[in-house]
């Protein structure tokens, strides 16, 4: 099976607790590797920041290795009309960059864009060269800052949504053209987008470097424990290893302590087996 991945767990489970509680429940329950959640809570730049020395204290205390973190994407526009609106965004997610480095996290994951739906035609191709540009000062400043920037599928039944499709994501990977861009697959995401995971786990392979795995069964991006919903997990990790996987997989899951544990349980006994 697929022993090779490094599994995670994000911080996002229990981003109504702080930081330092979050990662206290994720090493009593087990977990190694951690993604840290940045979007509204815990290591979001726009928010009061716990001290990152203090974080970095508590993740070699614990044991945990950051494998990621989770750049915010809220209120944030990579493909703003506006030059100011667009240049927020960018500085913000640079922030977060700033702080993954300092926490000697490798990569930061990075909503291409923030959802909005851009039919075929002039306005789209306007936002897709906007949300290029973008990328490419992140880019930039994370290969300054020794950190690689994820490109994360998004959630888009209507397919209108630029990085909702794997065939968006390598476009923008080769229109940016950067080695400190890479992708991180959400397997959640992409059942609401096109009903399956095979596909585009296999289109995007060549720049897969994480896995953000949650269940669901494709009507909404449910975030349920491994086991609750209709992937297959088995499959997928088959798949990863007849691939030769050795990048994340983090799990993104709701359900508390209980959610993070039956997922730990599944994706062990899968990897084991």
Known sequence: MA???????STWTFKQRSLFEALDILHLLGATDVELWADGAHLDPRLALPEIEEVAAALDRLGLAAHSLHAPFRGLDLAAPAAEERLAA????ARALEVAARLDCRYAVVHPSNGFNW?????????W???VASLEQLCRRAGQLGVTVLIENLPDPSGDVIGGRSADLLALIQAVGSPNLGICL???HALVST??????????????LSIHAA?????????????????????????????????GFVLEVAGGEDGVRR???????????
């Open 195 to 208: 009903g399956g995971w095979e596909q585009e786990l296999a289109a995007v392979y060549p720049h897969l």
């Open 119 to 127: 039919a075929e035609g002039p306005e789209r191709e306007a936002a």
């Open 186 to 188: 959400d397997v959640g």
């Open 90 to 93: 960018v500085n913000t997610i």
């Open 129 to 131: 060269q906007r949300t």
């Open 3 to 9: 022993d090779g991945f490094r599994l995670a767990v």
């Open 215 to 247: 269940d669901g069964d494709g009507s909404a991006d449910a975030h349920l424990p491994l086991g609750e919903g209709s992937v297959p997990w088995e499959r997928l990790l088959s798949a990863l290893a007849g691939r030769g996987y050795t990048g």
């Open 263 to 273: 997922s730990l349980d599944v994706a062990g006994r899968l990897r084991s087996g």
